[in-house]
Structures are given as C-alpha cells and as structure tokens.
C-alpha cells in the first residue's frame, strides 16, 4: 500500500486491545500524563459510551472499529486543528486499499468525515488533552447505525468485512506515515491530497454552525488553513471553521 513516501522514520505501532470499555477517547485522555508515545494505539471491540463530534453518541456494536491514538504536539507543528484533515486522509487510504474496485465511491467531506455512496462510513474525533491530541476513529466495518439524521453505511454492505484487528494495523501505519507529511511537509500536502479525495467543488452542502444557524452554499475548496469554503447564492464566499456539513 502507499503511503506517500512519507520522510523521516515511522515508528511501529504499539496496539493494545480490550474486549470492553466506556470510550477509547478518554481512557487515552486518562494517560495523557503518563507518558505514553504516538505509538500506542487502543482499540475496543466494543464500547459503552462512545461519542461522536458535539457529543452524540456512538453506537459500538462488535465487529466495527472503535481504535485511538494521540499526538504529542510540538510549536513547528501545523494548526493541532488540521490533524483531523491528516487523520481523514489517512483513513481514506486504508478503506480505498479494502475496497479495491468499489472504491469509486468513496468520498471526503469536510472536516475529516468519509462518505461511501454519499452514506458515511466513518467518524473520526479529535480531544486536546494539554500538549497532546487524542484522535478517536470509529469505523462501521461489519454494522451501521440505522434511523440517524443522515444516511449510513458499512463495509460488508459493499461486499468486504475486514478483521479489526488487520484494519487498525493498515490504519496505524498509514497514520504514522501521514503524520510524518503532516509534520515534516506542512499542512499543504495534507489540504492538497485532501481535495483531490473530495467530492466535486459545486456540490451542495448545508453547514449546521455552532451558534445554531446553517448556511446552504456549494462547496469551493479549502483556505489554506484547511476551513470550508462555500460559496453562497449571492456569489460571495463563506469562510466555515467550524460545524456541522450535510450533503443536500
């Protein structure tokens, strides 16, 4: 698999698992202070209080991939923000690696969301735990949710029902291999591959902002901070940092 000719060593992935635990997210958030490395990843085959990005809930039947791991920030690094943009990229190259042919439909949406079909697949949420950020990936690899605000999907409806265990191995070195760009290369790299794994600019999205509002715009790329353009009906551009995005 590539992996971008990534410069500099990629450390080997240390993969603890454990068969149950409320969230992988804060076990690591809990051990922040003990030192451990970007190396340590933890998985659960399943998870009791599994959250998503504005705290939703996250369902976490067994058979999915429910994995974190951190990053130790350092001041030459890029925005800790845009390591959601790095950790999507990531991901896509491991999930396009399963489905070979399948793959033509797989898409990003911003910030770090992967949308198979126009369905999403995957979630992936970022926590700062003082100089380090915990990134949380779930994947719906055997299951989906059903009876959610937008429509879902997984991996065995597209004919591929990967070990958890083997993906969170592919993921993990793909991982290290793009936090080395993301580190070594800087954020344009990262925006760069990012886009060309998009869906097309001029589609239509809805951003669901913080303060409660939405926006309807199509979409017109990145800044290069890695925030949502949409370009509005009026013509205008919207700068978006943070929210909610649905396909329309």
Same mark, same amino acid.
């Given at each position: ?161 990967? =070990?958890?265990? &083997?993906?969170?191995?592919? +993921?993990?070195?793909?991982? #290290?291999?793009?936090? @080395? *760009?993301?580190?070594?290369? $800087? ?32 979409? =017109?790329?990145? &800044?290069?901070?890695?925030? +949502?353009?949409?370009?509005? #009906?009026?013509?205008? @551009? *919207?700068?978006?940092?943070? $929210? ?5």
């Amino acid at each position: 698999m590539e992996h971008g000719g990534s410069k500099g060593a990629v450390l080997t992935a240390d993969i603890r698992t454990v068969a149950e635990t409320g969230s992988t997210n804060a076990d690591l958030i809990a051990l922040v202070d003990a030192g451990i490395g970007e190396e340590f990843w933890l998985r659960a085959e399943r998870q009791t209080a599994g959250r998503g990005r504005q705290g939703r809930n996250w369902l976490s039947p067994a058979g999915n991939l429910y994995a974190s791991t951190l990053v130790r920030l350092r001041p030459s690094d890029p925005p800790a923000a845009t390591l959601a943009l790095m950790a999507a990229v990531a991901l896509d190259e491991v999930v396009r690696a399963y489905l070979g042919d399948a793959a033509a439909g797989l898409r990003l949406k911003w910030p770090n969301d992967l949308l198979l079909d126009g369905a999403k697949l995957s979630g992936i949420l970022l926590e700062r735990a003082g100089d380090a950020v915990v990134v949380g990936i779930g994947v719906n690899l055997a299951h989906h949710p059903k009876g959610l605000d937008r429509p879902t999907t997984s991996l065995a409806i597209h004919g591929v029902t990967p =070990d958890p265990a &083997d993906f969170l191995q592919t +993921l993990a070195e793909a991982f #290290a291999s793009w936090l @080395a *760009r993301w580190r070594g290369e $800087g954020l344009t790299v990262i925006r760069d591959h990012w886009l060309s794994r998009a869906h097309p600019k001029g589609t239509g999205l809805t951003a669901r902002l913080p303060d409660g509002s939405s926006i309807d715009g199509l979409f =017109d790329g990145m &800044d290069a901070n890695g925030a +949502l353009i949409l370009r509005l #009906a009026d013509g205008t @551009a *919207r700068v978006i940092h943070a $929210g909610d995005v649905f396909l329309i």
